[in-house]
């Protein structure tokens, strides 16, 4: 029995039976893609939204040519989210280094297994090396280690779990078995992974504890201690506290020195989830802001989203990182034990994992720590520009003082009713698409409707920010005179 | 302030201004990439493990120019397992499909978020057709959805979350307030994710109730029948049974239909772990062997194995789509929602995920479903010719009846002591590796180590298989001399 050509050929031969005709697909493929992420600033950043009908991707008996498959993909730039474009500021997707996408492809291709040092005796070292070189940026101790996960909820979980089972010294994962229920406190403006991570861990939604934030969403520290004597009077068992440096809505950073004083005096686990903005760590001028973060027990954080690292590249660090793999890891008694290295599949929520960590060490070779400096103050600089509009303008309110470069904004100009306000903040939304192309998005922050600019993009200039107000202006104008 | 053009360069303009230097740099990347994998047969399959001290991965001050870089990629290459070889047949690592390395070159590229649908609104779509439409593959009814994660064990932890949620009625996930201990049954030859999963979930591993096997590797249901019996005594509240189709070590497949009617009588959760077995859908001759599969309230399936599609790509069905979504969901409420698509992050345990679908699309529609229908009786063929090998030759022995295409055997010549049979087999695996570049693994099972062959790569083929038997043959006539 022998396979066709036809289906070998869907395959990089091994034999170096097909190599021209694989370049020159690639050739064709990337030329396509150019086409559409070299003019991604002349193109829709919000495409027109259409719905399929199931048939529409039904699976096809037959091969489809190279043609048929080439339409295929000119649909999915038409109707895909242009997140390329400098006026794509709505969330935190960043415009992906080039070296980043080049490390997928060849991860991809190279297909090893993130598993075991077996199947990837070079990636499961150089995970290791990287990870623990960001827990020491982070100013974490000589102990601290990490593991790289496949999205920052995935981080969140795995910290708390270590949490839970250290704190609570069930290695085993018995929830059923405590004297006592388990809770941990969290701001009310944290990420909803944090409440997900509450459902998934065995400790119910209902306790994590929302704590109540200052006027700049960050969290009260003496609402903090109040709510922690509450749940000990209640009989319940704190074990953790996550504070967030870089909220989704805001942007904006807990006070970490003060809630790892109350972390220590209670002995709990300090999380902290800086998946936003731990990029800062990169700034000379700007690292500061989250002085406190060397305090954590556990801290999470996105290559993927300032590092401009392509989706997902996301990292969980630990203080002590054999106290993690005593308290975590599940032996994977098929796999071969090697040397030094535990199979990371046995101490990450993963397993089996495709070889994430590559593009963030092509993209920090490409860049160096120098350029990452830059482009991080780039966009600080961009936040001062916009926020210096927003200042000019009275009619424009900020949700709170901007701490990175998440804007979070809306009209509340004084001739409306506040019942109206919510929809002339959506009109503008869709004013702004509509007539600059710029994508703001529209989260609900404390029950209202808000603008929110995240000034992810190195092609963003002073010109375009100016742009966008020139047209705000404009709606104001309208408006005001209706 | 302006960035300058060094910095800009590491990525793809959106302004059109380098797109000559990034086709040049694809072009650079993919000859130096297909300089290994369209040679990779004659390359080692299995690297010489170089073990790197920490230095040897610093992260750079100051960017690293191209040449360098490529110069690391090349060591990158010549360290890592070359899963692309068809002598490497030791783990469920295939050579990925052309498309699908595409696939993810593209999704990296475009960067689009499938945490919701404002953010992929093409790819969100494509989701959510392609996974209803592998459940009804599986011949789950109408009613039948999915989701797609990075990985197996992530598959298999949000169908045992749900699980949790809907029999237990714990919706929001808080274990410590059940009446009774939650327990779980599942294959002692089950996946150390089961276990995994255990931990996570809060039910603790004790509480994963591992079954007997018969000789072929499959449940005793006898043994189940009277495992639940015994929890039930003990004021445990059984709650789901996991079966395997396809288990890792040896490729067996548990008594679907008895275990679905067993799961039925005492109204337990019936998974079925078809991670690496469910590929077998697509094979017309060989789809029966999981007969039974329809009668699941979960699957998870990995098309990143047997289907060929790169890392990661795993999915999770459920016959009751919108029971799943009401047991399991946590609202985003920073994301905007639309339509009839719930944000896919709100229903899967990741959140923030890049677009895995697309290169599972890609490579079906290159295929085809008569393509993989070929590729699955391709590799069956090579595991019938694999075994009238072993059961020509008296001193090699099976685990158990070879089902799938994963072969795990070995020698127990009648001149050896069993308790030098371990030894004879690990340097057979190794005098195999050095004489003839073939790798294969070398699990535990029932405690003695056994060599294990799994049969995916397409590029493999009868003269392959005479020619290992050849040096197995030789190396057995050795040793039987000494």
């Given at each position: 029995m022998k396979l066709e050509d036809k289906i070998l050929n869907q395959f990089i031969s091994p034999k170096n039976s097909n190599r021209k005709q694989v370049e020159k697909l690639i050739t064709n493929v990337t030329s396509q893609l150019l086409d559409f992420l070299s003019n991604a600033e002349q193109k829709?950043?919000?495409?027109?939204f259409k719905q399929f009908d199931c048939s529409h991707f039904q699976i096809n008996e037959t091969p489809k040519n190279e043609n048929e498959i080439h339409s295929n993909l000119q649909e999915l730039y038409d109707l895909s989210m242009n997140s390329a474009s400098p006026k794509y500021i709505g969330h935190m997707d960043s415009i992906p280094t080039l070296w980043s996408v080049i490390g997928d492809y060849i991860a991809s291709a190279i297909n090893n297994n993130l598993l075991s040092l077996e199947m990837s005796p070079f990636l499961t070292q150089l995970e290791y090396s990287l990870t623990k070189q960001f827990a020491k940026l982070f100013g974490l101790p000589e102990t601290s280690g990490g593991v790289m996960l496949s999205g920052g909820t995935l981080s969140n979980v795995q910290a708390l779990l270590v949490a839970r089972n250290t704190v609570l010294k069930i290695k085993h994962g018995n929830v059923f078995t405590l004297k006592k229920e388990p809770v941990i406190f969290t701001s009310e403006h944290s990420h909803s992974s944090i409440l997900k991570t509450g459902m998934m861990i065995g400790i119910g939604i209902e306790n994590v504890i929302k704590i109540k934030t200052d006027k700049h969403s960050k969290i009260d520290c003496k609402d903090l201690s109040i709510q922690i004597q509450e749940q000990l009077k209640l009989g319940k068992q704190p074990f953790a506290i996550v504070a967030t440096?870089?909220?989704?809505?805001?942007g904006n950073i807990d006070p970490l020195k003060e809630i790892s004083e109350i972390a220590k005096k209670h002995k709990l686990w300090l999380h902290i989830d800086a998946i936003y903005g731990g990029a800062v760590i990169f700034s000379e001028k700007h690292k500061h802001l989250i002085d406190g973060i060397e305090q954590a027990n556990s801290i999470s954080f996105n290559p993927q989203k300032w590092l401009s690292v392509s989706k997902t590249s996301s990292m969980v660090l630990f203080r002590d990182f054999n106290g993690m793999k005593d308290n975590f890891r599940i032996s994977a008694p098929y796999m071969k034990e090697q040397n030094a290295y535990v199979n990371l599949g046995e101490i990450n929520i993963q397993g089996t994992k495709y070889a994430e960590v590559l593009k963030l060490w092509l993209s920090l070779q490409s860049l160096g720590k120098s350029g990452y400096n830059k482009l991080i103050d780039y966009s600080f600089y961009l936040t001062e520009t916009f926020n210096k509009e927003i200042t000019k303008r009275p009619f424009l309110k900020l949700t709170s003082k901007t701490e990175m470069n998440i804007i979070c904004f809306r009209g509340e100009p004084n001739y409306l009713t506040s019942e109206k306000i919510d929809k002339w903040n959506e009109n503008l939304q869709h004013y702004l698409l509509k007539q600059t192309n710029f994508f703001l998005s529209l989260p609900k922050y404390k029950n209202n409707l808000w603008l929110r600019a995240v000034l992810l993009n190195p092609f963003l200039t002073y010109e375009h920010i100016e742009s966008l107000f020139t047209h705000i202006d404009n709606y104001e104008k309208t408006h005001r005179n209706k």
């Open positions: 829709p950043t919000y495409p027109i440096a870089g909220t989704t809505v805001s």
